[in-house]
């Protein structure tokens, strides 16, 4: 009788537990399905018509620092995440094998130039001393001269007097004879040579006159630095010989002048190379201008070749937010649009500064970090952080902190990202149940940290 009723009951237990049973099968199954669609809902929707994004980084354009020159890293004074100044010294590179043969071939033409430039500089200031001498020798020997012509010219106009003197003389003479022979008294004999003697007196007076004439003139040629005459062979090949050292010098100036046009044209040209192998030879690569290094390419002791890259610098005054957005929401996002960025520093704000639909693999190497990639009607939104209305002034408003990923909110937007709202409702849950969950022990995970730890979980995986 026991086992008959012990059956029984068996027998309206079993139909009980497999209707439990198949009761929590269905509210399981509709627990799966619920979460399922709510993340199909939040994975789908907001990214389409959500004025918040989560998937927005840091960035900055970054600057290769190459090696101009080919030689060895002397000095490396860059280190990874370094702060330097504008024009902050990052490297200095050697090069002991550059090719001075051109160098050497210039300086030894300018030598020459010099050196005939300064000897033809000598042969002209020797030939001014040569030609003051003899222009002090031909003043002297005019002189003297002079007063030899002076003193002729005295002496030819005595003469000219004692002539003129014996032709009255030898005219009365003949008077006289001519008298006494018209008298019969003297012999015309006498007459005749009365005539000549008178005639042999006016020939020496005119000879005198003549030679008076001719020493005037050569006095006053003389005056005018004419040298003509026997007297004055001397005197006038000492002129032709200051001529002629004249015109030389006047050669040797102009030669001076090309010399020197020619030096100065050499000189420039070895400058030139100088430069060229004082460049070639040792080069310090500086920072163009303040920022932080990013990257180190090279170690000291490392040979490199023109355009190696040194280092990299990110320039943190030009850092920027890139976040990604959907389509719908370019016109809500305009440039000049105002948003707020949320990071691990606070709240902060900045401005939409640019929209792209893409970015090509070779303008994204100009940023020290990749930009995220995109979806199907997505875009790039690039935000210009500035400085909060209640920060302080004297704060940089700019944000160096590259890589970090931030979230970045549209002003009057109230649609949020599915992962940010993830992470809040987990935050919120953590709070409700960290009383009643109480304190962990010392090395356990906080009860609170473990639910956001699992909604955030929930959140990577909407997004």
Not at 98 to 116: F, G, I, P, Q, Y
Request: proline share 4%; with cysteine.
């Amino acid at each position: 009788m026991t086992n008959t009723a012990q059956k029984d009951a068996l027998l309206r237990k079993g139909p009980q537990k497999a209707d439990r049973r198949d009761l929590l099968l269905r509210v399981s199954s509709f627990s799966v399905a619920s979460v399922l669609a709510v993340l199909a809902v939040t994975t789908v929707m907001p990214p389409i018509i959500a004025d918040q994004s989560d998937r927005a980084v840091i960035n900055a354009p970054v600057t290769l620092l190459t090696s101009p020159i080919s030689g060895e890293v002397k000095h490396l004074e860059a280190l990874t995440g370094q702060e330097l100044r504008s024009g902050a010294s990052v490297s200095t590179i050697v090069n002991e094998r550059v090719d001075r043969a051109t160098l050497v071939s210039l300086e030894s033409k300018a030598n020459e130039m010099r050196e005939s430039v300064e000897a033809t500089r000598q042969k002209s200031t020797s030939l001014k001393e040569y030609i003051e001498a003899l222009d002090a020798e031909i003043a002297r020997q005019k002189q003297q001269l002079d007063d030899h012509f002076v003193e002729q010219l005295a002496e030819l106009k005595a003469r000219i007097g004692a002539a003129d003197a014996a032709v009255r003389e030898k005219d009365d003479v003949v008077g006289r004879q001519t008298t006494l022979a018209t008298r019969n008294i003297a012999s015309p004999e006498l007459i005749k040579a009365a005539k000549q003697q008178l005639a042999g007196a006016g020939h020496e007076k005119d000879a005198h006159l003549s030679l008076l004439n001719q020493k005037t003139s050569q006095l006053e040629a003389l005056r005018r630095g004419v040298f003509v005459g026997p007297e004055l062979t001397g005197l006038s090949t000492l002129s032709q010989r200051r001529m002629d050292l004249a015109f030389e010098a006047e050669q040797l100036q102009i030669k001076e002048r090309e010399l020197l046009a020619g030096l100065q044209t050499s000189q420039s040209i070895l400058e030139a190379e100088q430069s060229r192998v004082s460049q070639l030879s040792e080069a310090t690569v500086a920072a163009p201008f303040q920022g932080r290094v990013l990257t180190v390419g090279v170690s000291e002791g490392r040979h490199v070749l023109p355009g190696d890259t040194i280092a990299s610098i990110v320039d943190c005054e030009r850092s920027f937010v890139v976040a990604i957005f959907s389509y719908r929401r370019a016109q809500d996002l305009a440039v000049g649009t105002r948003v707020s960025i949320d990071g691990e520093a606070g709240l902060r704000y900045g401005r939409v500064a640019e929209i792209l639909p893409r970015i090509t693999d070779k303008a994204d190497e100009g940023f020290a970090v990749p930009f995220p990639p995109t979806e199907r009607r997505e875009m790039y939104v690039l935000v210009e952080p500035e400085a909060a209305p209640d920060q302080d002034a004297a704060a940089d408003p700019q944000d160096c902190s590259i890589g970090r990923w931030v979230t970045v909110s549209r002003g009057a937007g109230w649609v949020p990202s599915a992962s940010v709202l993830w992470k809040g409702l987990g935050d919120f849950i953590a709070g409700v149940f960290e009383g009643p969950f109480g304190t962990a022990n010392a090395g356990e995970v906080q009860p609170d940290e473990k639910i956001r730890t699992a909604f955030g979980k929930l959140g990577s995986t909407a997004r």
